[in-house]
């Protein structure tokens, strides 16, 4: 019985995981479709959707067999990630400016290379825990990078005391993801998948306190002036200068 149990709660975990984590990456398409609208990039950030997308290029690998046993769950989720990112990737590059546009494709082609040389290294060189070790390594360093994006946004909320730029359902999916592969990891034993996303649980936990907090004040004159134009998500807008007009904010992202 105690063994069904924990197969029942490791197939609720990855379930839960699987979806959260799919909210996650289908997060931008509002912010694209604004892309896509006013064939401009404006003022948004392409690097952390580049860098998602090496996240999860790093851990679909990680989750293939001949790398790491029992962790294809990983693998399928992380590679539809990857897939989703990587549209992304080609739409903002394709409607970004001449000097965004070549960062970003430098910055990409360097993403490949990153992960080219993992893999590779991994295949040739390392084998059995030598290899699990390398490839969750290098996941783990970049799954961390990605939760720990919206620091700079919980700096923001805290030092204007509003949460307009911290949407609540983007923090609790943060939350529910980082806490279902937290537990998923935990249940099969893989430091890999439990650490990062035990960060991202408590990162999320952390947002939900401030959201709780906050949600009822308006903020100060210093955070309004940004709201028509400006936005603070996973894609960040990397200057807030513009003039505020009566357009509606969007929904924007975490990553």
Not at 71 to 100: C, D, H, M, Q, R
Not at 105 to 123: K, P, R
Not at 130 to 144: D, E, N, V
Not at 156 to 162: A, H, Q
Request: a positive charge; charged letters at 10%; one cysteine or more.
């Amino acid at each position: 019985m105690k063994m069904y149990s924990l197969v029942y709660v490791n197939v609720f975990s990855f379930s839960i995981g699987n979806a959260t984590a799919l909210f996650l990456f289908l997060a931008p398409t509002i912010t694209f479709t604004r892309i896509i609208r006013s064939k401009s990039t404006e003022q948004f950030s392409g690097i952390p959707y580049v860098m998602t997308l090496l996240n999860c290029l790093l851990s679909a690998w990680y989750g293939l067999p001949f790398v790491s046993k029992n962790n294809l769950l990983v693998s399928t989720i992380n590679g539809t990630g990857a897939g989703i990112e990587t549209i992304y990737v080609l739409v903002f590059i394709f409607y970004a400016p001449k000097t965004e546009k070549a960062r970003i494709l430098g910055l990409f082609a360097c993403v490949l290379t990153v992960f080219s040389a993992v893999a590779l290294i991994s295949l040739f060189a390392l084998h059995g825990n030598g290899r699990k070790l390398f490839c969750g390594l290098a996941a783990t360093i970049f799954s961390i990078i990605m939760y720990a994006s919206p620091l700079s946004i919980m700096r923001l909320v805290i030092k204007t005391k509003s949460v307009e730029f911290m949407p609540f359902f983007l923090s609790l999916f943060v939350f529910l993801c980082g806490t279902s592969w937290f537990v998923y990891g935990l249940l099969g034993r893989d430091a890999f998948v439990a650490i990062p996303n035990g960060f991202g649980c408590g990162l999320g936990f952390m947002q939900l306190i401030l959201y709780s907090i906050y949600r009822n004040n308006k903020g100060s004159g210093q955070a309004k002036k940004p709201t028509a134009n400006g936005t603070v998500e996973m894609g960040a807008e990397k200057s807030h200068q513009e003039k505020p007009t009566n357009a509606k904010l969007p929904h924007l992202e975490h990553v």
